[in-house]
Nanobody, 127 residues
Framework: QVNLVESGGGSVQAGGSLTLSCEAS?????????????LAWFRQAPGKEREGVAV???????TYAEFLKGRFTLSWDAVKNTLDLQMKNLQPEDTAMYYC????????????????WGLGTQVTVSS
């Protein structure tokens, strides 16, 4: 069983930055038993559906949602075994609960293909 723990959320003003981390040691250590699993970040704002933000696999190749317009970047921290989401130029519409998820057999930002979820970390952006 892979456990995912998100951290790094908080409150910032528009134009600010945050870096979210997803602790994924078990995902990394299970690479020999589940080599095709993907790891992704999703977000869900109040009253809205959960939407994919970015997805990657052990190769490190990342795919981003088009609406991000290059503001977010995924990266692996090999020391901490975390998948980090660096968010720049945050806007009020980025306010949401951000979730880390694992699973899938294809590179996708469709939440239905991910079976393991963290509890989320809240990001609030004020204008």
């Amino acid at each position: 069983q892979v456990n995912l723990v998100e951290s790094g959320g908080g409150s910032v003003q528009a134009g600010g930055s945050l870096t979210l981390s997803c602790e994924a040691s078990e995902y990394i250590n299970n690479r020999h038993t589940n080599p095709r699993a993907y790891l992704a970040w999703f977000r869900q704002a109040p009253g809205k559906e959960r939407e994919g933000v970015a997805v990657t696999d052990r190769s490190g190749l990342a795919t981003y949602a088009e609406f991000l317009k290059g503001r977010f970047t995924l990266s692996w921290d090999a020391v901490k075994n975390t998948l980090d989401l660096q968010m720049k130029n945050l806007q009020p519409e980025d306010t949401a609960m951000y979730y880390c998820a694992a699973g899938g057999v294809t590179r996708t930002l469709d939440a239905r293909f991910f079976t393991i979820w963290g509890l989320g970390t809240q990001v609030t952006v004020s204008s």
